[in-house]
């Protein structure tokens, strides 16, 4: 069974991800998401699943930095435990580093543009469009923006 890690950002990023979910049944999967106030309801939603937790964006550039820098580490080791053949993500900042893992390490990478925008790339959309295997848009309009991104429609 193929090893397929989800990986996003919490709150919208994360319920389009997990719109996904009738998909895990095909698969051996990892969930990963930042920690929030929310996270013991979500390891006992999903505790079929291995579920686990990167440290929050913060609201102050500083500690954000230093946040990034440390999940940097945190998603080497989760990759290196789960060794994921597919990274499949919605975004955000959270998912760049273990999309740049798995990029060097050679999985494939499926990113799904948040259906939140709808003319505008987010930044970490523009990151990991250079270099995703798949590249899925939820907004025919982005295809102006990712030109050579495929139309999925919406997830949610």
């Known amino acids: 069974m193929k090893k397929v890690m989800f990986i996003s950002s919490t709150g919208g990023h994360f319920n ?8 895990f049944k095909n698969y051996k999967v990892t969930v990963v998401t930042e920690s929030s106030s929310n996270k013991k309801k979500l390891k006992n939603e999903y505790r079929k699943y291995n579920i686990h ?9 500083i ?19 789960y060794r994921p053949k597919y990274i499949v993500t919605t975004g955000a900042h959270t998912a760049g580093p273990m999309c740049c893992i798995g990029k060097i390490f050679r999985s494939k990478i499926i990113f799904i543009e948040t259906m939140a925008n709808i003319n505008t790339p987010t930044k970490t959309g523009r990151i990991i469009y250079k270099f995703a295997d798949l590249f899925i848009v939820q907004w025919e309009e ?12 919406w997830i949610i």
């Open 16 to 23: 389009e991800l997990m719109k996904l979910e009738p998909l």
């Open 53 to 61: 937790f990167l440290l929050k964006k913060s609201k102050y550039k």
């Open 63 to 81: 500690v954000s930095l230093f946040n990034l820098f440390i999940n940097c580490f945190i998603s080497l080791f989760y990759f290196v435990k």
């Open 142 to 153: 982005m295809l102006k923006v990712y030109p050579n991104a495929v139309y999925g429609g």
